[in-house]
């Protein structure tokens, strides 16, 4: 079955740069979704087809997607964006989707 | 608004049965997939599967195929996670969620249910 290994946690300082990688084989020919999930809530949605933002999230999220490593990045960090972030494509192979292991951001 | 609202918390005891529903508003509820999604206590997101109301077609996760079942009632816009026989390990949140813009069932979920807890213990 298809695997999306992501790093377990990202440390960065408030105003600095965050990126968070989604590792999986040929990812590049997928298309990835990226969830922001703070404590006791459920997910929201990022991020959609690699680059896209849904309404009503910041421009400071981005991602990219190429080879075989997806990225989100997070620009100019606020202590509101300490969460778990996880990808996911949907695998046409297997007609499935696929979450990655997800990576906890920590704002110092 | 588009809207999923999940049924709320459950207590059960291991070897017994469990239905919990996901009721959807706000969209045309056949046009669009569901998916199911399990997070165990302190651990992350698991697709467990999803139902295409429109024509009742599903799609299982390995790792949930003959686990668990999915079903829809359209008269009642609603769909249903269930398990026959329940063990501790399904001790989970469980989240049914949609893409509200891609009809395919293959983007990503931008609109989420609240979340059913489920706590099976003896």
């Known amino acids: 079955s298809y695997v999306l290994t992501q790093p377990p946690s990202v440390s960065v300082a408030p105003g600095q740069t965050a990126r968070i990688t989604c590792g999986g084989n040929n990812i590049g020919s997928k298309s990835v979704h990226w969830y922001q999930q703070k404590l006791g809530q459920a997910p929201v949605l990022v991020i959609y087809?690699?680059?896209d933002r849904p309404s009503g999230i910041p421009e400071r999220f981005s991602g990219s997607n190429s080879e075989n490593t997806a990225s989100l990045t997070i620009s100019r960090v606020e202590a509101g964006d300490e969460a778990d972030y996880y990808c996911?494509?949907?695998?046409?192979?297997?007609?499935?989707?696929?979450f990655g292991t997800g990576t906890r951001v920590s704002v110092l | 608004e588009v809207q999923l609202v999940q049924s709320g918390a459950e207590v059960k005891k291991p070897g017994e049965s469990l239905k919990i529903s996901c009721k959807a508003s706000?969209?045309?509820?056949?046009?669009?997939?569901i998916g199911w999604v399990r997070q165990m206590p302190g651990k992350g997101l698991e697709w467990m599967g999803s139902i295409y109301p429109g024509d009742s077609e599903t799609k299982y996760s390995p790792s949930f195929q003959g686990q668990v079942t999915t079903s829809s009632a359209k008269s009642i816009s609603t769909a249903y996670l269930q398990w026959s026989s329940l063990k501790a390990s399904d001790t989970a949140m469980y989240y049914c969620a949609i893409s509200s813009y891609d009809s395919s069932g293959q983007g990503g979920f931008d609109i989420w249910g609240q979340g059913t807890m489920v706590t099976v213990s003896s």
């Open positions: 087809y690699d680059t």
């Open positions: 706000g969209y045309s509820f056949t046009d669009y997939w």
């Open positions: 996911q494509v949907w695998d046409i192979h297997t007609d499935h989707y696929v």
